[in-house]
C-alpha cells in the first residue's frame, strides 16, 4: 500500500469518527447528516396526560425501506401530587409500551404501539422523602402520611369525591396508538431535517378505573433535527385533539399543545449524552394545578451496543410546576432495527 492509499484510508476512517452512520443502521440513511439516535422515547407523565394520547419526543426517521424496528420502553415513575380540598394523587405507576414500526419508503413509515399500565404504592416513597430532608428541600407532607401506598382523589366542586384506593390498583391495558411519518426533507449544511408525524389512538384501555381515555384521540407533530458538530438538536410542535370531555369527574379541555426540545451529544462513537425538555399545556378545564402548564426535563444515554441494537436509559424531574407532575421517574427501552 502506498503512501497515498494511506492517507485516504486514515482520512476515511476520521470521516466516520467526525460523522457516524445513523442509529444502529447498517448503511447511512438519506437522513443521518442531520440526525442522530434521537431524543428519548419519554411521553409526559402527568397524570392526566398518562391517560390521553401525548406526544413522544421524535426525530425524522432514519429507518430503511422495508426495514422493521421493534422497541421495549419502560417508565417508571412516583407522583406526589396534594392540594387539600382538592385532589390526593399518591402512587407509582410503570408503563411499558411494545411498539413496531415499519419503513414503507425510504421517507414513510407506518407502526402500533401497545402500552400495559402497573400502578400501585411501589418502593420510592422513603428514599425520596430522605433526599428532600437531607438537602433541605421541601417535603410538601411527604412525612405525614404512610409511604408506598395508592390513592388517588379528586374533590369535584359539587360536593362528590372520585376516589381509587388499594383494591384498584394493578394491571391494565392501556389505548393503543397507530402513527405514521413522512419526512419532508432530510435537510442539508444549514437547513435541518424536517418529518410530519401522525397518530391516533383506540380506545382499547378502561377508562372508568383510569387505564384509558374512554375516546380515539388525535395527535399531528412537526418534528425537526439539524447536526451542529458532535452536536444534535431536536425540536417537536404537536397539537393534540382530545375525543373526551371529563376524567374521573374533571372536566377537559378539547386541545393540548406541546413544545418538545433535546440536546444529544455524541460522546463515542455509539453513545450519546441527552438532555431534554417537555412541554405540554393544560389538560383540565378547571381544577386548579392541572389547569397550568407541565414542564418535565429529562436526561440520558443512548447506546448501540450491538449491530441493530439500541439501549435507552434516563431519569426523569419536574420543573416549575410541582403539583402538576410526577417527583421523579426512571426510563429505560431497548430497540432492534431488522
Not at 37 to 54: A, D, T, V, W
Not at 116 to 133: A, C, F, P, Q, T
Not at 208 to 218: I, Q, T, V
Not at 230 to 247: A, C, K, Q, S, V
Request: with cysteine.
Amino acid at each position: 500500500m502506498d503512501l497515498c492509499m494511506i492517507r485516504k484510508a486514515l482520512l476515511c476512517h476520521l470521516i466516520l469518527i467526525s460523522f457516524p452512520l445513523a442509529a444502529y443502521a447498517e448503511e447511512a440513511h438519506s437522513c443521518s447528516a442531520n440526525v442522530g439516535y434521537g431524543p428519548l422515547n419519554i411521553r409526559g407523565q402527568s397524570p392526566f396526560q398518562m391517560l390521553h394520547l401525548s406526544l413522544t419526543p421524535s426525530a425524522p426517521s432514519t429507518l430503511h425501506r422495508e426495514k422493521w424496528e421493534a422497541q421495549i420502553l419502560t417508565t417508571w415513575v412516583n407522583r406526589w401530587n396534594i392540594s387539600e380540598g382538592r385532589y390526593f394523587i399518591d402512587n407509582e405507576t410503570l408503563r411499558m409500551a411494545t411498539r413496531v414500526k415499519y419503513g414503507l419508503t425510504e421517507y414513510l413509515q407506518v407502526g402500533i404501539e401497545v402500552p400495559v399500565l402497573w400502578r400501585g404504592g411501589g418502593i420510592m416513597d422513603g428514599g425520596i422523602d430522605w433526599w428532600h430532608k437531607t438537602f433541605g428541600l421541601d417535603r410538601a407532607g411527604r412525612n405525614e402520611f404512610p409511604k408506598n401506598r395508592f390513592r388517588v382523589e379528586f374533590d369535584h366542586k359539587d360536593g362528590s369525591k372520585f376516589v381509587l384506593d388499594e383494591d384498584d390498583a394493578g394491571v391494565g391495558l392501556q389505548d393503543t396508538v397507530l402513527s405514521s411519518q413522512i419526512t419532508l426533507t432530510c435537510g442539508g449544511a444549514s437547513r435541518p431535517a424536517a418529518a410530519l408525524g401522525f397518530s391516533v389512538s383506540l380506545p382499547t384501555g378502561g377508562d372508568e378505573k383510569l387505564f384509558g381515555s374512554g375516546g380515539s384521540d388525535l395527535n399531528v407533530a412537526l418534528i425537526l433535527a439539524k447536526r451542529v458538530g458532535n452536536f444534535y438538536l431536536y425540536l417537536n410542535g404537536g397539537y393534540t385533539r382530545f375525543d373526551t370531555n371529563e376524567i374521573g369527574g374533571v372536566e377537559l379541555k378539547k386541545d393540548q399543545w406541546t413544545l418538545f426540545t433535546g440536546l444529544e451529544y455524541r460522546i463515542w462513537k455509539k453513545t450519546s449524552l441527552i438532555l431534554q425538555n417537555l412541554i405540554n399545556s393544560a389538560v383540565a378545564k378547571d381544577f386548579f394545578e392541572f389547569s397550568e402548564y407541565t414542564d418535565e426535563i429529562s436526561w440520558g444515554i443512548k447506546s448501540e451496543f450491538s449491530p441493530g441494537w439500541m439501549i435507552e436509559f434516563a431519569a426523569i424531574e419536574n420543573i416549575i410546576n410541582f403539583k402538576n407532575s410526577p417527583d421523579f421517574g426512571v426510563h429505560a427501552g431497548v430497540s432492534y432495527r431488522f
